[in-house]
């Protein structure tokens, strides 16, 4: 099983920006697709974005697209989503996930093998 670690969020202005960063144990999973998705308190877990195993080919949920920006770094193992222009809609709990195996771009939760406990992200207007 993949351990994600995720850290990076906190409490922000609207117009502001957070880069939160995503620790992945296992060296192997540099090979598949991860995601980062996030969940608003009284609703569903949705996507926000998603990147292949190279890191070149990349998807986004319309609400963040512009704004945000996913990126890999295999060589530290690491996930990253910046975040900018922030809005208070924009506020919840992010989870990064990876993807199972043969799932080029994590686009959706049933992309997901493994997910991280998640980090709070609070954008105040």
């Known amino acids: 099983q993949v351990q994600l670690v995720e850290s990076g969020g906190g409490l922000v202005q609207a117009g502001g920006s957070l880069r939160l960063s995503c620790a992945v144990s296992?060296?192997?999973?540099?090979?598949?697709?991860m995601g980062w998705f996030r969940q608003a308190p009284g609703k569903e877990r949705e996507f926000v974005a998603g990147?292949?195993?190279?890191?070149?080919?990349?998807s986004y949920a319309d609400s963040v697209k512009g704004r945000f920006r996913i990126s890999r770094d295999n060589g530290e193992n690491t996930v990253y989503l910046q975040m900018n222009t922030l809005e208070p809609e924009d506020t919840g709990v992010y989870y990064c996930?990876?993807?199972?195996?043969?799932?080029?771009?994590?686009?959706?939760?049933?992309?997901?093998?493994?997910w991280g406990k998640g980090t709070r992200v609070t954008v105040s207007s």
């Open positions: 990147v292949d195993w190279s890191g070149s080919v990349t």
């Open positions: 996930a990876a993807g199972k195996p043969f799932i080029i771009i994590v686009r959706g939760i049933g992309d997901v093998s493994d």
């Open positions: 296992r060296r192997a999973r540099s090979t598949y697709g």
